[in-house]
């Protein structure tokens, strides 16, 4: 028995067990979404997420600890980033026909983002300090904590409201352009692009590479816009 | 897909140092990502390798997100104290910018035509 306990106190120190049970809990959330015929509800990083959750919550393990081997993975973010230029380059006939539409819709989306999660929750009572982190959720994470630290904002929770608005995104995304009837893939991918960044082009690349290509423009160009008009919309409106 | 990886490591650390040397408010990833795209005009053909490695890489997106993710633990407390706000911003919000977007692009391509013989099929 206290064999046992030596070896959990080594692995559960060791950067192997945060990176294999985030392996783990992905590969069979994966499995569940597919054995479900990618029924949304059932998104992997969402099932994901909540096991792992679940693990460290149980098992007491604070979240440095588990970072600590789930940064490899974390890390790979940058170069997937760098990564969505290729798909973009094979759809540049589309981009170059596309563009104006394409301007406008993310003008209109970064500010329907900001202005409507905001709104909502100063009209639920959330505190000050809850909306201005809120403010910048549909961008790519970095640039998003970034903004938040320049408003007062807590990049942290920030960054929690960015993962969560990806999740929703690409959970409700995919069902209010099936209701739209939006079937135009470029104007797909874009939309959920805007709306959750990384976690809806991951979820645009499995309708299409040519959604996921628009999906990761709008990422890159949604993280620019807002970056621009968040502090000069800050500035109009106080908030709180 | 060594290669492949090594470009991509390269063209993310280009875009950290421009991000940095110029204190731009674009991460270094995203403007890597613009100056691998502009890079891929000169020659105007992309490397197989590259091709195969990005589409394999792009995949699986949504794992890299995961352990991001996991950190809503961090904040356990304030987010149970507050979560009929924050719970109706966040849904309510990607609904209305998921539509508001779609829209957007769907009547500006219906007024410039710019999608006339494109497939926009509603």
């Given at each position: 028995?206290?064999?046992?306990?030596?070896?959990?106190?080594?692995?559960?120190?060791?950067?192997?067990?945060?990176?294999?049970?985030?392996?783990?809990?992905?590969?069979?959330?994966?499995?569940?979404?597919?054995?479900?015929?990618?029924?949304?509800?059932?998104?992997?990083?969402?099932?994901?997420?909540?096991?792992?959750?679940?693990?460290?919550?149980?098992?007491?393990?604070?979240?440095?600890?588990?970072?600590?081997?789930?940064?490899?993975?974390?890390?790979?973010?940058?170069?997937?980033?760098?990564?969505?230029?290729?798909?973009?380059?094979?759809?540049?006939?589309?981009?170059?026909?596309?563009?104006?539409?394409?301007?406008?819709?993310?003008?209109?989306?970064?500010?329907?983002?900001?202005?409507?999660?905001?709104?909502?929750?100063?009209?639920?009572?959330?505190?000050?300090?809850?909306?201005?982190?809120?403010?910048?959720?549909?961008?790519?994470?970095?640039?998003?904590?970034?903004?938040?630290?320049?408003?007062?904002?807590?990049?942290?929770?920030?960054?929690?409201?960015?993962?969560?608005?990806?999740?929703?995104?690409?959970?409700?995304?995919?069902?209010?352009?099936?209701?739209?009837?939006?079937?135009?893939?470029?104007?797909?991918?874009?939309?959920?692009?805007?709306?959750?960044?990384?976690?809806?082009?991951?979820?645009?690349?499995?309708?299409?590479?040519?959604?996921?290509?628009?999906?990761?423009?709008?990422?890159?160009?949604?993280?620019?816009?807002?970056?621009?008009?968040?502090?000069?919309?800050?500035?109009?409106?106080?908030?709180? | 897909?060594?290669?492949?990886?090594?470009?991509?490591?390269?063209?993310?650390?280009?875009?950290?140092?421009?991000?940095?040397?110029?204190?731009?408010?674009?991460?270094?990833?995203?403007?890597?990502?613009?100056?691998?795209?502009?890079?891929?005009?000169?020659?105007?053909?992309v490397p197989e390798a590259l091709r195969q490695?990005?589409?394999?890489?792009?995949?699986?997106?949504?794992?890299?997100?995961?352990?991001?993710?996991?950190?809503?633990?961090?904040?356990?407390?304030?987010?149970?104290?507050?979560?009929?706000?924050?719970?109706?911003?966040?849904?309510?919000?990607?609904?209305?910018?998921?539509?508001?977007?779609?829209?957007?692009?769907?009547?500006?391509?219906?007024?410039?035509?710019?999608?006339?013989?494109?497939?926009?099929?509603?």
């Amino acid at each position: 028995m206290t064999r046992l306990a030596d070896i959990w106190v080594y692995l559960a120190t060791s950067p192997l067990l945060g990176l294999t049970v985030t392996l783990v809990a992905y590969v069979v959330g994966d499995w569940i979404y597919r054995r479900a015929n990618m029924h949304p509800l059932l998104n992997p990083v969402l099932i994901a997420v909540v096991a792992l959750v679940l693990l460290l919550k149980a098992t007491g393990t604070p979240y440095p600890t588990y970072f600590e081997g789930a940064q490899f993975v974390h890390f790979l973010l940058g170069p997937a980033t760098v990564a969505l230029a290729v798909p973009l380059f094979f759809n540049l006939g589309k981009l170059k026909r596309l563009w104006l539409p394409l301007l406008g819709g993310l003008v209109a989306g970064s500010l329907t983002a900001a202005v409507s999660a905001v709104g909502i929750a100063w009209l639920f009572g959330g505190s000050q300090q809850t909306l201005i982190s809120l403010a910048p959720k549909s961008v790519t994470a970095p640039v998003a904590m970034g903004i938040a630290e320049k408003l007062g904002g807590l990049p942290s929770l920030t960054a929690i409201f960015v993962i969560s608005t990806g999740i929703l995104g690409a959970v409700l995304g995919p069902m209010v352009l099936n209701g739209l009837r939006v079937r135009d893939q470029a104007t797909r991918g874009f939309a959920l692009g805007v709306t959750s960044h990384g976690i809806g082009t991951a979820r645009a690349f499995q309708e299409s590479e040519q959604a996921g290509a628009f999906s990761g423009l709008a990422m890159g160009l949604n993280a620019l816009v807002t970056a621009l008009l968040l502090p000069l919309l800050a500035h109009l409106i106080p908030f709180g | 897909m060594l290669h492949a990886l090594t470009v991509l490591l390269l063209f993310q650390l280009a875009g950290e140092a421009l991000s940095q040397l110029f204190g731009l408010p674009i991460p270094g990833p995203v403007l890597g990502m613009g100056l691998l795209f502009l890079a891929l005009f000169y020659p105007p053909w992309v490397p197989e390798a590259l091709r195969q490695t990005t589409h394999d890489f792009l995949q699986h997106l949504s794992l890299l997100f995961v352990p991001a993710g996991v950190g809503v633990l961090q904040h356990f407390h304030r987010v149970a104290q507050e979560w009929l706000p924050i719970t109706l911003a966040l849904i309510l919000s990607a609904v209305l910018t998921v539509a508001v977007t779609a829209l957007t692009i769907r009547a500006l391509v219906r007024i410039t035509h710019a999608n006339a013989h494109g497939d926009e099929s509603s």
